[in-house]
């Protein structure tokens, strides 16, 4: 299976929003409500930041987003901070396939 | 909380196996959860491995399943990862995660193995 495509980097400054795309098909992203969202700061494991396209587990700020259309999700940043800087990874459950990430999003703060 | 340690060699030779444990913090394994196998070559992004549920059952990677054996050893309260014929590619960061409901809420660290003679 190949792997969800993302947009290399997205930036944005102090307070604004950013918003990161997560490109799959019919047979993972478009087929399941089940993308999930992970924040990776360098040297760090990801961190669940989304899961079930929009919903958002205990503790991770209302400024994450989350939406889906289609075969393409999008995560949202809003009022960006500076501990925002991070590689987002997009992942989408894949059936038989198992998951698939994605190619992975660096997120500067200008 | 759930807690994770990842565990095993840090080196392994090209055409060897790579052998890693799981430890998940006591109480925290419950019957129906599932736990899973990630890795991230250096500066690369993240590739699932696989999964083994509470009672033994895997689904695997396409892309790796003929060299991946999961298993779980509840009296230990762990799960474990093999894969063998490895080569450089293999290079990783290795981590094991719980599978939430269709999504991994808890990592561990995180361990690095190297694919070198």
């Known amino acids: 299976q190949s792997a969800l495509t993302q947009p290399p980097s997205a930036s944005g400054s102090p307070g604004q929003s950013v918003a990161i795309s997560c490109t799959g098909t019919?047979?993972?992203?478009?087929?399941?409500?089940?993308v999930s969202w992970y924040q990776q700061h360098p040297g760090k494991a990801p961190k669940l930041m989304i899961y079930?396209?929009?919903k958002r587990p205990s503790g991770v700020p209302d400024r994450f987003s989350g939406s889906k259309s289609g075969n393409t999700a999008s995560l949202t940043v809003s009022g960006l901070q500076a501990e925002d800087e991070a590689d987002y990874y997009c992942s989408s459950f894949a059936g038989s396939n198992g998951y698939v990430f994605g190619t992975g999003t660096k997120v500067t703060v200008l | 909380q759930v807690q994770l340690q990842e565990s095993g060699p840090g080196l392994v030779k090209p055409s060897g196996t790579v052998s890693l444990t799981c430890a998940v913090s006591?109480?925290?394994?419950?019957?129906?959860?599932?736990w899973s196998w990630v890795r991230q070559p250096p500066g690369k992004g993240l590739e699932w491995i696989g999964e083994?549920?509470?009672?033994?059952?895997?689904n695997r990677n396409p892309s790796l399943k003929s060299r991946v054996t999961i298993s779980i050893d509840k009296s230990k309260n762990h799960f474990s990862l093999q894969l063998t014929s490895v080569t450089a590619a293999d290079t990783a960061v290795y981590y094991c995660?719980?599978?939430?409901?269709?999504?991994?809420?808890?990592w561990g660290q995180g361990t690095l193995v190297t694919v070198s003679s």
């Open positions: 079930e396209v929009n």
């Open positions: 006591s109480g925290s394994f419950r019957s129906g959860g599932w």
């Open positions: 019919s047979s993972d992203v478009g087929g399941y409500n089940y």
């Open positions: 995660a719980r599978q939430g409901y269709y999504t991994s809420d808890y």
């Open positions: 083994v549920s509470y009672s033994g059952s895997t």
